[in-house]
């Protein structure tokens, strides 16, 4: 008994760095991208002090666009894996549909 308990103790530390190290990884991921965005707007910010070429503008406002849309996916996986889990396994009804329901607004929130 004591040797399936001190299994079943390590089996749940490995998971939990496990995800540990996996939200590690969605946060370095997730500011690497924010900050090539940053460099996008600091960028945009010249082309049109410089008064360039109005569709070379719009071409990197869609480009911008693109990459806050590549972290907007980055974090929802992240979420989903993380808080997803929790809260879709939780034996509290409130807390899974309010999970649900917060998963529902996002989407319908994008398709916009």
């Known amino acids: 008994m004591l040797l399936h308990s001190v299994s079943l103790i390590l089996h749940l ?4 760095f496990n995800l540990l190290d ?7 991921k997730t500011l690497i ?5 940053k460099g996008q707007v600091d960028g945009l910010i010249k082309l049109v ?3 360039t070429y109005c ?4 071409t990197q406002i869609l480009a911008l666009e693109g990459s806050l ?5 980055l974090l929802l996986e992240n979420h989903l894996n993380t808080c997803g889990v929790k ?18 607004k996002i989407v319908e929130f994008s398709s916009r």
Not at 22 to 28: D, H, N, R, V, W
Not at 90 to 101: A, M
């Open 13 to 16: 530390c490995i998971g939990i």
């Open 22 to 28: 996996t939200i590690k990884m969605f946060k370095e």
């Open 33 to 37: 991208r924010l900050k090539k965005a």
């Open 49 to 51: 002090e410089s008064d």
């Open 55 to 58: 569709m070379d503008i719009i």
């Open 69 to 73: 849309s590549a972290v907007s996916r």
């Open 87 to 104: 809260y879709l396994t939780s034996k509290q009804s409130k807390k899974r549909e309010k999970f649900i329901k917060e998963i529902i």
